[in-house]
C-alpha cells in the first residue's frame, strides 16, 4: 500500500499494509519506528520482534494472506509491558494492544478490566487522550447470559471510562470500532492514544452513538463518529461506520445500498472535518478497511466502492460480524497525508 501521493506535510504517524510473511523478513533496523501491528488472520501467529501486535482472529477476503497493519511513528520508540498490555510509544503517539479471554468472568467483565488497564496505563505514561480504538469480540452477536454480546461489551466499557473519570459522551470519547471475531477468540483491544487531544466529530445524520436510545442495549456505546489531530500533519480517523441514519439501520436486506449508505455517512464525516479546519480530503484519500458479514458479498460491495472511490481505493477487505444483527457491511478509514488542520 504506498503512503501519501499528494502530501506537502505528511503526518508523523504512518500506515503501512504488508503480508506477514513479508514483515518477517525484515531486520531489525526496520522495527525501530514502528509502534504496533494488527495482525488478520483466522489464527494466531508467532510474536514479533517485542512490537504490540493485536492478534485480529478474522479472515482476510481479497486473497491477501494474513495482512497486517503498520502503525510508524516519527521517531525510535519505548516499549513496554504491563499485565496483558503491550504498549509501544514515539513522544507524541501510542500505541497500545491487548487481549483478553472472557469465558472466567464474562465479557462485561473483561471488556472492563481491558479498558481499565488501557487507561491506567495511558494516564502514568502520559499519554491520557485516546485517539483510535479497536475492538473484535467474538461472537458479537451471541447471546449469553441473556443480554447479546456486543451490549455486555457496552457496559463494560462505559463502566471502565466512568471509573476513571472520563466522559461518556461528547468532545472527550475516542473514534472506535467494535466488530466480530472467530468462535472462541480472545476479546483484542488495541488503540492509539497522545499527549494532546484530538478533536471529536459527530456526523450530521446520525444519532450519536453515545445518544442511542435503550432499544440497542442498557448502555450506549462510548466513541465518536471520528477523530481530528494534528501530529507533524494532519490525521483523521473515521470510527467504523455503517448504514445507520439517525440512530435506526437501514437498508437490511440489501448489501449494495448499505454500502452506498456508509459511503454518504463517510463523505458527510469529510465535511464536517472540513469545516473544523482540516484539508480537502477526499474518499480516494482514504486508507480502508471494510468489513463483510458475508464472504459472499465481496465482489457486490467491492463494486460499488470502486464506483465510489476509484480503482485505486485503497481498502482491506475482511470477514467480520456487525456489531447489529441487521447490518452486513461496516467500512473505517484513515486519512494521514497532506495539508494542515488550521
Ligand atoms: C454504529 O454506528 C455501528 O461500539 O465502538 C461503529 C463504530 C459501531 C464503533 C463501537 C460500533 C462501535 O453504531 C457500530
Partial sequence: MQPCHSSARPAALTLETAPAAELAARPASWWAGVLGVARYAAQPRVALPDVPCAEVQVDALDGSAEPCEVWRGARRADAGRVGALHWRADGDVLFAAQTLHD???????????????????????????????????GEINAEQDGLERYRSFNIGRQNAFLAHGRGVAGGSVPAASALGAQAGAALAVYALALREAPRALENPRQTSAYHYPAQYGPRAPTFSRAALTDIGGPALFISGTASIVGHRSLHADDVAEQTREVLRNIEALLQQARAQGAPAWQLRDLDCKVYLRHAADLDRVRHVFRQAVGTDARALYLHADICRADLQVEIEAAALCGGQVS
Avoid at 472466567?104 to 473483561?110: D, K, S
Avoid at 471488556?111 to 491506567?120: G, M, T, V
Fill in 103 to 137: 469465558d472466567e468472568h464474562g465479557l462485561e467483565a473483561a471488556s472492563r478490566a481491558a479498558y481499565e488497564s488501557l487507561f491506567a496505563t495511558l494516564d502514568a505514561l502520559g499519554y491520557p487522550h485516546l485517539l483510535r480504538v479497536w475492538n473484535h469480540i
